[in-house]
């Protein structure tokens, strides 16, 4: 008669032991499923800013005398940017920052050709390049917060695995941290955009 609760007990600890895990795993599966979702957020808002280089160079390139090696820099920096392929937010770090650096580098070449183009009264006069302006503008606003988006699913995700009681289990399950989008001094400021349109004095 006694074997019966001990019986029924050990089902209970035993339908635990399997609900827990199972709740536990699907939920750690939503969580990266989110962090995997706005990493594609970030890099569609990055492929934006690709996107709009092109004009932008034929714009700026069609200016007389315009430094021609500044031009080859933003191409070169576009193309770096190409050859980074993470089509999953990444879980090694290493990667991550490879795929920051390339995006920083594009983003001070953006920042030095639209300081050069400055000293160009008549390129910033057109409606073309005012209008890359503005959509660059709002493209670096966009990929800010999407980066900042990206963290905080991070910052769930990464807590998540490291909770009692998935950290007894998460990383035999697959589940490993995830980086961060990390500040970096060319980050600090979003390259400038907008130009002040107004004559020079004679």
Partial sequence: MRKTPILAAIGIVVFLLILVPSCS?????????SVDQQWAQV????QRRADLIPNLVQTVGGAANFEKS???????????????????????????AEYEQAQNQLSSALSRLLVV?????????TQ???DL?????????????????????????????R?????????????????YFSATPQAQSVPQVQFNFTQPSR
């Fill in 25 to 33: 795993y699907n939920g750690l599966v939503r969580k990266s499923q």
């Fill in 43 to 46: 890099q569609s808002v990055y």
């Fill in 70 to 96: 500044t031009l080859t820099e933003v191409t070169n920096a576009r193309a770096s940017v190409g050859r980074v392929n993470l089509p999953t937010a990444p879980t090694d770090a290493a990667r991550l």
């Fill in 117 to 125: 183009a400055e000293n160009y009264p008549q390129l910033k006069a």
């Fill in 128 to 130: 073309g390049f005012r």
């Fill in 133 to 161: 302006q503005t959509q660059l503008e709002g493209t670096e606003n966009r990929i800010s917060v999407e980066r900042q988006r990206f963290n905080d699913a991070v910052a769930v995700y990464d807590t998540s695995i």
């Fill in 163 to 179: 909770s009692f009681p998935n950290v007894l289990y998460a990383r035999k399950m697959g589940f490993q941290p995830k980086p």
